[in-house]
């Protein structure tokens, strides 16, 4: 690759997330280890923006989406990879146009598929809606290209599984666009104790006056977290994890955690029964038609069944084995020779 290096498009904030901000990063610093000059675009003054540059990364601020194009054909990128969701047909032949040479795009069902020279779409609600026999892009799918932290895998044996789990962690990503929170808190309080609830609020999360209204009268204790050092060793060491549908659950699963969820975008719907499909989960429903009601009763079975638990442990590391970030990086440095 020249020294032009590679350029990576993404975004994270309250309303669309982090976590393609935190899997861009983990590609960026391996990719900066293996010897390729990365650079990152980001809207400005944003959560994202503000994570990746605390990880000393070097990064482009962007006033807008137009504000891309005249990057990318004035930094001198040789690669530009787009971790946008789906990309148009015209923006990817525009890049062209302004001499790049390569182009990868993740997650991508739309104009990638056609123009991108590299497609890697880890999320499984993707797999089947669209003709991948007809993509002229190389296509790799599924949990085996998930780019997850490094320290997302499982080193050791998962952790017991006790006869009623107590230790629970609502970690619903880096925004919680949905309020899944205050919800599940309230949901959490018809159940007896004793129970021990731990809140993680990512970089974007709000408090606003419901979700303190639910700690307030919880009758379990909560112990709120931001800004968790080391959020893998949090994971490891509770009972259940209740989560949204997004990366979150490829690191629940490569960690060996149980974890419940709730789809907060129609497409987490497809990921959330994919994983609850290979028993590493159980699936609570779309977060727009939650009974408070059925979330305890299925919540109680699941707290109340040592079994269901350890086998979700055992099931995930077998479906996402955590070296998605290594085969990417192989495709990218290919791709790039």
Do not use: W
């Not at 994983?275 to 699936?283: K, P, Q, R, S, V």
């Not at 085969?327 to 990218?332: D, E, K, M, N, W």
Request: proline letters at 6%.
């Amino acid at each position: 690759m020249p020294a032009a290096g590679i350029l990576i498009r993404v975004d994270g904030d309250h309303a669309i997330g982090l976590g393609h901000i935190f899997r861009m990063r983990a590609l960026t610093q391996r990719l900066i280890r293996n010897g390729f000059p990365v650079a990152l675009a980001v809207r400005r003054e944003t959560p994202g923006e503000m994570v990746l540059r605390e990880a000393g990364l070097t990064v482009h601020g962007l006033a807008d989406d137009e504000a891309f194009l005249p990057l990318a054909r004035n930094c001198g990128a040789g690669m530009v990879i787009l971790d946008v969701l789906n990309t148009s047909v015209d923006l990817l032949r525009t890049l062209r146009q302004t001499g790049i040479r390569r182009l990868v795009t993740l997650d991508d069902e739309a104009g990638g598929l056609e123009e991108a020279d590299l497609v890697i779409n880890a999320i499984v609600s993707l797999a089947g809606r669209y003709d991948a026999a007809a993509c002229r892009a190389q296509l790799y799918e599924g949990p085996a290209y998930m780019i997850l932290q490094p320290e997302m895998v499982r080193s050791g044996p998962p952790r017991p599984a006790p006869a009623r789990a107590r230790r629970l962690l609502l970690c619903f990503g880096g925004s919680d666009t949905r309020g899944l929170s205050a919800r599940v808190l309230t949901v959490l309080g018809a159940l007896p104790g004793p129970l021990d609830l731990h809140l993680n609020l990512g970089p974007a999360a709000l408090q606003d006056e419901e979700l303190i209204s639910a700690r307030m009268t919880s009758p379990h204790p909560v112990t709120v977290m931001r800004g968790v050092p080391d959020l893998a060793a949090c994971f490891q060491g509770m009972d259940l994890v209740l989560c949204a549908g997004g990366i979150m659950l490829y690191e629940l699963a490569a960690l060996g955690v149980p974890a419940a969820a709730i789809a907060a975008e129609p497409h987490e719907l497809a990921t959330v029964g994919f994983f609850a499909g290979a028993g590493c989960a159980l699936d609570l429903g779309y977060y727009a038609t939650l009974e408070p009601n059925d979330l305890t009763v299925r919540l109680a079975s699941l707290l109340d069944s040592a079994a269901r638990r350890r086998d979700m442990a055992r099931c995930g590391p077998l479906l996402v084995d955590g070296k998605g970030l290594e085969r990417c990086v192989r495709l990218i440095g290919g791709l790039a020779a």
